[in-house]
């Protein structure tokens, strides 16, 4: 039986920070891409859950290709940020100590931030510890500042880079479950999925919690994905003077620990825990969860317990039974996994997709760069920019950005039909919530919850 | 130029408004960021409103419609879908409406921007995040818009609004599988808790809070838990609605550097409506857990009293000494008291209290001194009107006026 050539160059199975990256960074070359995403839109899986932190990489461990890899998107993220319309505000972490225990591992965290390159990482007296900070808890006894930790939000960077790879003239399938995969005799490979069959040179598995079984499919046995549940507590905006850093808690055997952080929307997270689950589905908190991340936050901040929370979320992380990235690839199959990202995947999610790409040359993709590549720009949802209810030369353009819809969060009717009607449209509440922020605040919907589903039901 | 901003175009703002034309007030601005000032009233399909305002009885939308009428009648001018964001660094309030970007000022502003029933989030009730989860407010507004509701409803709370919730869930079509709430028994008259009662047929789960919320795009199922015998009970339904557990809307309190009442949640003021700020007046349900809609209203119409006297007057700006409540009291209303010892809304404060008490005794001190004593009957969730005759005996030099309930 004779094969047809494959007619795709590079399907990326999985819409997430990663796959986006993937999608982005090859789009640039004169490639036929395809994006395959399961869900209803891009980044609504493991990548809307995270602390939403921009890792420097001065804890991972040295001379792995995670801490190359996060150092590495550190610098092309805080590069691109700003061009794409990405939120992110280097505010600087501090690790405290609290025991004189976590103190004397002091010197291993500086040791390791070292070999990884880091130098920028330095000790804090507790006195200067709380000059930075005087509303942390009592009982610390020590810090390291790490400034170039920094916060970014975790909605806008899969949107960017998927919008930027269609406007480079990938094609995002949506909604499109992989079901069964086939190698051709040629080379490449048949994909079945729930659109239909696609059949391409090389494939890439950025599948998240999924990415082992897109992996068994092809016969590997590299890794397991153990979905690990993170909860977390949004508080309220007016806590936001609380805290000047992130908190981070000095690091476990087994754990980052509970940190606090502010978010570039404004608010004060509180989390996560970590808990091994079998569900990859799972993302429910539980009352368990929330108490403990409760009694932590007592610890590390206790003002701002007596705030109003204004959300909870849990969310997966794609961990296995390593504790390093699953990143393979099997040059001669052309076959690229991009398996077993945690928390760092934000944080990496460029440089990953530039290691993919060069690795996938190195196995015979051919790498010919587009002239003319589109500039993309996000829409802000950052406090830390102008947003457009403040803009009067917006507001003057177009009355719909001097109405505000959702008070608490000041979206405007003009972001969110704009958000309806962009190239990768939301498709639904929460799609509207990532591109907006809309419903996001801490009515959670009593006062513009009825008109958002109005114009939300108007565009379909 | 503008006299007098007022924030929010709710009853209690625009009330304040009419009576501060009616007072003379020469001009008079009112800032609301709805499509249409009038309030939450306007969601409110049912009779009930205006009885200790017009002495009539209205539905919620010829209420909110008929104080927005008049205000502009009076000459107020009524600007709708603007939005204060916050003070300016010259103390002026910046607003942002389909005009565009500005910031407006006047001598005297009144904040009446209201209040939002606790959402689920913030009751930290665990689960999935499945949608058909709602508040009150948000029900009212989907059910006014045709759109659909849910078919098996859970309401979380018993007080008033509770079963005002059950109405419109009724009227929306949607089945009522049941009413909870943690305390031991419902908080709206017995009347009214009857005639639901025989009219719907639901049960109403005391002493039952919500464990965990099931349910992947769409509500499945819901644990309650037995507070009692710590039992659990899975209920199934595709929609929650959390009901009252109010919080003012504070924020441009807050963010204004307005002293906050630690009971109230809301701005401190004193029997006058003054806030903690110079110049800064508040009235309605920012200063506590909702009242009804004409209770509001009449608190916006004396806060534009003193408004008009203070417009009138040297400019001075009294200090005032503060009320506190000890437990199981939860809050009172106003929660200062300034020199002058004006009579408080409508001739009482309000108070409020945690647990049920039929007659409860009830002492109120300043610096260990006696200043009055009586019985009153406590519900949660609803007021009572606390006489004001002691408010003369209060020693403006003197340390904060405490409210306690007397044991055994």
Redo the contacts between chains.
Sequence with gaps: MSEEAPDRDVVIIGAGVVGAAIARELSRYELRCTLVEAGADVGAGTSKANTALLHSGFDAKPGTLEARLVRRGHELLSEYAPRAGIPLERTGALVVAWSEEQLGSFPGILARAHQNGYTAIGRLAVDELYRREPKLGPGAVGGLEVPDEGIVCAFTPPLAYATEAVACGCELRLGTSVTGMQRLERGGFRIETSTGRLTTRFLVNAAGLRSDEIDRMLGHEGFTVTPRRGELIVFDKLSRPLVNHILLAVPTGTTKGVLVAPTVYGNVLLGPTAENLQDKTDTSSTRAGLEYLRSEGERILPALLAHEVTAVYAGLRAATEHDAYQIQIHGAEGYACVGGIRSTGLSASLAIAEHVRAELGEAGLPLHPKRDLPDVRMPNIGEDFPRPYVEQDRIAAHSDFGRIVCFCERVTRGEILDALAAPIPAADLDGLRRRTRVLMGRCQGFYCGAQVRELLAGTR | MTDVIVVGGGPAGLACALELRRRGVGDVLVLD??QQAGGIPRHSVHQGFGLRDFHRVLSGPRYARRYAERARGAGVEVME?A?V?GWSADEALEV??????ETVRAPAVVLATGC???????R?V????P?GV??T??LQ??A??G?PVGGRALVVGAEHVSFSAMLTLAHAGAKVVGMTTELPRHQTSALFRAGAALRYRFPLWTRTAI??I?G?SRVEEVELLDLENRHARVIACDTVVFTADW?PDH?LA??GGLELDPGTRGPRVDTGLRTTRPRIFAAGNVLHGAEPADIAALSGRHAAGSVARWLAGDGSWPAVVPIECAPPLHWISPNAIGPSADPPPRGGFLLRSRDFTRRAALEIRQDGRLLRSGRARLTPGRSTLLPCDWVRAVDAEGGPVQVAMRTG
């Excluded at chain 2, 942002?96 to 970007?101: E, K, N, V």
């Excluded at chain 2, 939002?116 to 913030?122: G, T, W």
């Excluded at chain 2, 665990?126 to 995040?129: D, E, L, T, W």
């Design positions: 960021r709805e879908q939005m964001t942002t409406s389909p005009a565009g970007r939002r029933e606790r959402p689920r989030s913030a930290l665990p689960g999935s995040r949608e709602l508040t407010g948000m507004q989907l006014l818009k759109m464990a965990r099931s992947r919080i924020e807050v963010v």
